[in-house]
């Protein structure tokens, strides 16, 4: 071969370089943009309710997802929604963003803080589509906190929660007891209009005929991120008939309109799938399931065997149901269990991160991209979990706050708004995890073992010596919470609690306003939105 000259060499070098560079400008257009996520929330889902934990409740469609991607069984959320939601969205603890106590109550001017990155956010700089159909809970006083303004391109559904399935109207202030009046509007908003036409269709039907109408408008070529926080399957215990009547032989009213619900929810997931097969965007998605905290016995939500309920520190609050499927799994991980520790707040690392190939420098994260121990089987980086500090919730009552042991609702005495303690104090509602270990302190909310209804067994309260302020599991040993070893092992006690104190160190104040009347729907048009 005949040698060409130099600056033949010279075009021949430049030509191969803009080859490399179209074909892998090619690849990556084509193979390289990252995949579609759809994540979908159940409401007060009790870990015991789903087919594969046991079989008295049938999901076949979510145990055959389940079944094909990775179970995520050491897995946790927090006890109750708006915190739940607040650190899917941010990656951060709530000790970090003020809303350590309770949930955003409807007519409280407070909202996820307006200086923190949310999910759908960093998405969108990554080129995704942001859709949320569904309910948003992270306040909407005024406009700047609604999902629109909080990186969604488009959202339906409801902004607070405890609404009826299918006026989509819901009462306030809490708790409606002391308020005398119960300030009956609708919520339920499609996008920045209010959404009335919905009066008699159950939400979970509706909200999954919107979820498809997103899946069947997207560009294919745009990355999507559809994030569904199903109504389904928190109270009120509302479902059409037909939903129920497998499950007449349950013998309670309560339980066999839950496990309807959990129907309904079940075929709506399937339905969902379905579109994603018909669009032609299945193949190229990662779906998760998720609750967003543990079942309320109350409303026939079960965490057998676990102990404790929704909105309680226990196992039964936090201990959460979720997994992770799709054919962007690899095959070799689909079909296995994940036994890492994993919490609801690593899911903004890791989408952002491990899925769609963006970054989170410059947050400060209290979370993990876990997208390679779930996906390789990797060690994972957590090893250590805050549960919560509430230091608005005293064992010693200092703080005047009043606690409903019946429910386990945790409500301000009347116009008592309390400043924070300047130390960490076990008579605080805390709990962390580090490794098996699991602390509890204070007051951790509503206690014990409730079976299933259908199994006609008793309820087990277990008597704790009064004034006892700590109790200390190994939970790989004892994952139902019967053997406190606080006694045995004071020094794992005291290291944990060294551990509470540094993050209590690390707290911003807690932010929970009075409720104003300003909020009233009479004010509004009928209308739970935006007073400010
Ligand atoms: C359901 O729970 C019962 C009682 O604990 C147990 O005997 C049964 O094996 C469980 N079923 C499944 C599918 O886990
Ligand atoms: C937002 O502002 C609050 C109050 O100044 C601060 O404590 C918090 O760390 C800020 N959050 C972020 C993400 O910067
Ligand atoms: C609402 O209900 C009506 C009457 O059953 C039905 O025709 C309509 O398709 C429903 N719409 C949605 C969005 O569910």
């Not at 084509?30 to 929330?41: L, W």
């Not at 049938?58 to 389940?66: F, G, M, N, S, V």
């Not at 499950?247 to 994603?276: P, Q």
């Not at 890492?340 to 903004?348: C, K, N, P, R």
Request: charged share 15%.
């Amino acid at each position: 071969m005949k040698m060409p000259k130099a600056n033949q060499w010279h075009m021949l070098v430049e030509a191969l370089f803009i080859a490399v560079l179209i074909s892998t400008s090619l690849i990556k257009g084509a193979a390289g943009k990252p995949p579609h996520i759809v994540f979908i929330v159940a409401d007060d889902y009790g870990w015991f309710d789903i087919g594969y934990h046991n079989s008295t409740i049938k999901t076949p469609i979510l145990d055959q997802l389940a079944s094909q991607g990775v179970k995520l069984e050491n897995y946790y959320v927090q006890p109750i929604c708006s915190p739940s939601r607040s650190q899917l969205m941010t990656g951060r603890y709530q000790i970090h963003t003020g809303l350590q106590h309770f949930v955003i109550i409807a007519p409280q001017p407070n909202c996820l803080p307006l200086n923190e990155t949310t999910l759908p956010q960093k998405l969108k700089e990554t080129g995704y589509a942001t859709h949320l159909v569904g309910k948003w809970h992270l306040g909407f006083y005024k406009n700047e906190c609604m999902p629109l303004q909080r990186g969604f391109d488009s959202s339906f559904g409801y902004l607070s929660g405890c609404q009826d399935y299918w006026t989509h109207f819901r009462s306030g202030p809490f708790p409606w007891f002391e308020a005398g009046d119960h300030w009956l509007g609708i919520d339920y908003w499609d996008n920045n209009r209010v959404a009335w036409e919905y009066t008699g269709n159950y939400s979970q039907f509706v909200f999954t005929e919107r979820a498809q109408r997103v899946i069947q408008q997207h560009n294919p070529n745009q990355p999507l991120f559809l994030y569904l926080p199903l109504q389904s399957v928190h109270g009120p215990l509302q479902v059409p008939d037909k939903y129920k009547k497998p499950y007449a032989h349950f013998n309670n009213a309560n339980r066999e309109t839950y496990a309807g619900m959990v129907a309904t929810m079940d075929e709506a997931v399937g339905k969902i799938v379905d579109s994603l097969k018909e669009a032609g965007l299945w193949e190229d998605t990662v779906l998760v399931f998720t609750t967003d905290n543990g079942g309320d016995p109350g409303a026939a939500g079960i965490n057998w065997p676990l102990r404790g309920t929704k909105n309680s520190l226990w196992e039964g609050g936090v201990h959460g149901t979720g997994f992770i499927t799709g054919p962007m799994i690899p095959a070799g991980m689909q079909g296995t269990v994940n036994k890492d520790l994993m919490h609801i707040s690593d899911w903004f690392p890791t989408l952002i991160e491990g899925v769609a190939g963006g970054s989170t420098a410059g947050l400060a994260l209290d979370s993990y991209n876990l997208w390679d121990s779930i996906t390789k089987g990797g060690p994972s980086p957590r090893k250590e979990l805050l549960h919560n500090i509430d230091p608005l919730i005293r064992a010693d009552h200092a703080m005047g706050y009043g606690i409903d042991e019946e429910t386990s609702l945790i409500y301000p005495l009347s116009g008592v708004y309390p400043k924070m303690a300047a130390n960490f104090s076990t008579t605080m509602r805390a709990a962390i995890r580090m490794g098996d270990w699991k602390l509890l302190t204070g007051l951790p909310g509503r206690n014990g073992w409730f079976p299933p209804p259908e199994w006609n067994m008793k309820a087990y309260t277990p008597v704790d010596p009064p004034h006892k302020l700590t109790w200390l599991f190994n939970i790989a040993a004892d994952p139902n919470e019967k053997n406190d070893l606080s006694d045995q092992h004071p020094e794992v006690v005291a290291a944990l609690v060294d551990r509470l104190e540094a993050y209590y160190q690390t707290s911003v104040p807690v932010r929970f306003p009075d409720q104003t009347v300003k909020a009233n729907p009479a004010s509004h048009h009928g209308v739970w939105g935006p007073w400010e």
